[in-house]
């Protein structure tokens, strides 16, 4: 880069791709001529003596339009989805919150016009189940489960959540309610839903010899 310099007016050249004429004595520009990108792509000229009037302007709207729009960025945040608050809200243990969002954001999904034909909202009753489950409403848990499966979610995904229901009952030693959910079910997935009832029927079963064995372990010899 070549740089000369001036007592009273100052000549900046670039390589050759930038001319700008400064008349430093009254610092207003007088005359831009030719100004040429590196890529040799603009040509501008600017002949008036009072143009610095309207860069004064455009450069000061520029500067209140900047900060007006960094300020709105910091007093109104970033916007956020309701899918991504309810995520917030579920690692935070506000469940009932979080379905609310969930029911939210659903709602958007199934009214949005651009919304891709693969993609099914209904999906969410998943995700509001589990918030239920979570809170020990069972029966609402189930409703919506089963709303998924009648709104075209996928048997084995509805079969898993199924699972996690029954899973809720056994550890409540539950296991006769247990077996009833997963046999209701089972044309979800017989063949995985058959061997957790099975295996819900053995711990039945050692339940039962407990009891017997602690009930004769209790009385007067």
């Not at 970033?78 to 969002?101: D, F, M, V, Y």
């Amino acid at each position: 880069m070549a740089l000369r310099c001036f007592q009273k007016d100052e000549i900046l050249n670039c390589d050759g791709y930038m001319t700008i004429l400064l008349s430093s004595s009254r610092f207003a520009v007088s005359k831009v001529s030719h100004i040429f990108t590196k890529y040799g792509i603009a040509t501008l000229s600017l002949l008036s003596r009072h143009s610095k009037f309207l860069f004064l302007r455009i450069s000061i709207c520029l500067i209140l339009l900047t900060g007006f729009l960094s300020c709105s960025s910091g007093l109104l945040g970033p916007t956020i989805s309701p899918s991504t608050k309810a995520r917030q809200l579920r690692q935070e243990g506000r469940w009932e919150e979080a379905i609310a969002e969930y029911q939210i954001h659903m709602t958007r999904r199934l009214e949005d016009p651009r919304r891709p034909l693969e993609e099914n909202p209904y999906f969410y009753f998943i995700l509001i189940g589990d918030c239920y489950l979570e809170i020990a409403k069972f029966e609402d848990a189930q409703n919506a489960y089963i709303s998924a499966y009648k709104n075209g979610v996928e048997p084995e995904i509805i079969a898993f959540r199924i699972r996690k229901l029954a899973k809720w009952l056994e550890d409540q030693e539950r296991f006769e309610e247990a077996m009833d959910m997963l046999a209701q079910y089972r044309y979800l997935d017989d063949l995985v839903l058959d061997y957790d009832i099975d295996q819900l029927h053995k711990k039945s079963i050692e339940k039962e010899e407990r009891k017997k064995t602690e009930t004769s372990q209790g009385q007067p010899l």
